[in-house]
């Protein structure tokens, strides 16, 4: 139940941010259970911050801006603003070099899968960009859940099934 997870998680939440082997001598379902106790509390539990944001040294589950990237948010913020469509956007990062997300993962070393290094900016990663709560200060965590193990694949959550905190970060 999710009360019991919520407690379970504040329990081990100052040991494991300290002492990380606090997470490894845990079952997998309490690990489950903390992990959505994070969710709830609004900390960030994914692997990779998304474009604009940085995970903090001391804390990896708190975001911070990026200052190399976030000037990038803010531009398409502005010309969405001032009118132009997702495709334009695309297309003028695409001709001002401005590296996609992928791209800029890959040249920052986050990633090191380099499969998709020519992958550029579409009008679909302009809009999930544009789209995303985390850009005005909130976190949405939960938009896509599975099981493999269970035969469960990789689908969408429906946006109640998601876990929403408002002001978690800047």
């Known amino acids: 139940d999710i009360e019991e997870a919520y407690k379970l998680g504040e329990e081990y939440f100052d040991n494991f941010i300290k002492d990380k082997t606090v997470f490894s001598r845990v079952t997998p379902l309490d690990k489950l259970h903390i992990v959505e106790s994070y969710k709830r509390m609004g900390e960030f539990v994914g692997t990779q911050p998304p474009l604009g944001y940085i995970k903090a040294p001391e804390n990896c589950h708190q975001l911070l801006p990026d200052p190399d990237s976030m000037q990038i948010i ?80 990789d689908h969408r959550q429906k946006k109640e099934q998601r876990i929403y905190v408002k002001d978690t970060h800047e």
């Open 74 to 153: 803010k531009d398409m913020f502005a010309w969405r603003l001032s009118g132009e469509s997702v495709t334009a956007i695309a297309r003028k990062l695409n001709e001002s070099g401005i590296p996609s997300p992928m791209q800029y993962r890959i040249e920052k070393g986050m990633e090191k899968n380099t499969k998709y290094k020519d992958v550029q900016w579409d009008g679909g990663s302009v809009s999930c960009i544009l789209r995303n709560p985390v850009y005005i200060g909130d976190m949405e965590q939960g938009y896509q859940k599975g099981a493999l193990y269970k035969g469960i694949p």
